[in-house]
C-alpha cells in the first residue's frame, strides 16, 4: 500500500511540465521497481497509524553517501501524511522515528531534498532540526 500511495503523491507534486514529459504508466512501473529494490537493500519504511490501525502516513528512509567524501549518511527520501490528518502532529513523529532509526545505524547525518515551493515540508523540516546547506540549481534546456 505504501508503495501505491509513494508513487501517487510523488506524481502528484511533479510539475504540469514534468508530468506533461512523463508516461506516467512506465514512470509508475520504474518507481515501484525503485522503491521494491530500495526495500530490498535495506530502506525502511515507517508507518503512522490511528488507535483503530487506520494509515495516517509514512516515512521511507534509506542511505545515501557522498560522492566526493564518501561519507555515509540517513536519507528521507519521503514523508507523507493523509491530508485530513495534517496539522496534528503526525509528521512530526515520523520525522523523529527516521531520526532514531538513523541514530541507531549510527549515522552522524541526515540529508533530504524539499522542492522550493513545498512550504508545509520546508517548514517541518526545519522545526525538526534541518538547515539549508546547498542549493540543487536547474537550467531548462528545452
Ligand atoms: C509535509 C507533511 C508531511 C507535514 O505533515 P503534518 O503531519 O501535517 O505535519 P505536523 O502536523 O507534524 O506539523 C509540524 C510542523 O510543520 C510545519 N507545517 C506543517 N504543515 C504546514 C503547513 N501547511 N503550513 C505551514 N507549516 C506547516 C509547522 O511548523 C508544524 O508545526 P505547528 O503545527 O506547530 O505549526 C504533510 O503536509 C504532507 O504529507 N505533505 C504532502 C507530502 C509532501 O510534500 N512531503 C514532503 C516531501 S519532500
Same mark, same amino acid.
Given at each position: 500500500?505504501?508503495?501505491?500511495?509513494?508513487?501517487?503523491?510523488? %506524481?502528484?507534486? *511533479?510539475?504540469?511540465?514534468?508530468?506533461?514529459?512523463?508516461?506516467?504508466?512506465? %514512470?509508475?512501473?520504474?518507481? #515501484?521497481?525503485? @522503491?521494491?529494490?530500495?526495500?530490498?537493500?535495506?530502506?525502511?519504511? @515507517?508507518?503512522?497509524?490511528?488507535?483503530?490501525?487506520? *494509515?495516517? #502516513? $509514512?516515512? %521511507?528512509? =534509506?542511505?545515501? !553517501?557522498?560522492?566526493?567524501? =564518501?561519507?555515509?549518511? #540517513?536519507?528521507?527520501?519521503? &514523508? *507523507?501524511?493523509?491530508?485530513?490528518?495534517?496539522?496534528? =502532529?503526525?509528521?512530526?513523529?515520523?520525522?523523529?522515528?527516521?531520526? !532514531? $532509526?538513523?541514530?541507531?545505524?549510527? $549515522?552522524?547525518?541526515?540529508?533530504?531534498? &524539499?522542492?522550493?515551493?513545498?512550504?508545509?515540508?520546508?517548514?517541518?523540516?526545519?522545526?525538526? #532540526? @534541518?538547515?539549508?546547506?546547498?542549493?540543487?540549481?536547474?537550467?531548462?534546456?528545452?
Amino acid at each position: 500500500m505504501v508503495k501505491e500511495i509513494s508513487i501517487r503523491t510523488v %506524481w502528484e507534486r *511533479f510539475s504540469e511540465d514534468q508530468r506533461r514529459k512523463l508516461d506516467k504508466e512506465k %514512470w509508475s512501473q520504474r518507481l #515501484g521497481g525503485l @522503491f521494491d529494490m530500495a526495500i530490498k537493500e535495506g530502506h525502511r519504511v @515507517f508507518v503512522a497509524e490511528d488507535e483503530n490501525q487506520s *494509515f495516517l #502516513g $509514512y516515512v %521511507w528512509v =534509506g542511505e545515501r !553517501s557522498n560522492l566526493m567524501t =564518501g561519507t555515509r549518511h #540517513g536519507y528521507i527520501y519521503d &514523508v *507523507f501524511v493523509k491530508e485530513e490528518h495534517r496539522r496534528k =502532529g503526525v509528521g512530526m513523529i515520523l520525522m523523529e522515528k527516521a531520526e !532514531s $532509526y538513523c541514530r541507531e545505524t549510527g $549515522y552522524t547525518e541526515m540529508l533530504l531534498m &524539499v522542492a522550493i515551493n513545498n512550504q508545509p515540508a520546508e517548514k517541518l523540516y526545519i522545526k525538526q #532540526g @534541518f538547515k539549508a546547506e546547498q542549493k540543487y540549481m536547474l537550467k531548462r534546456l528545452t
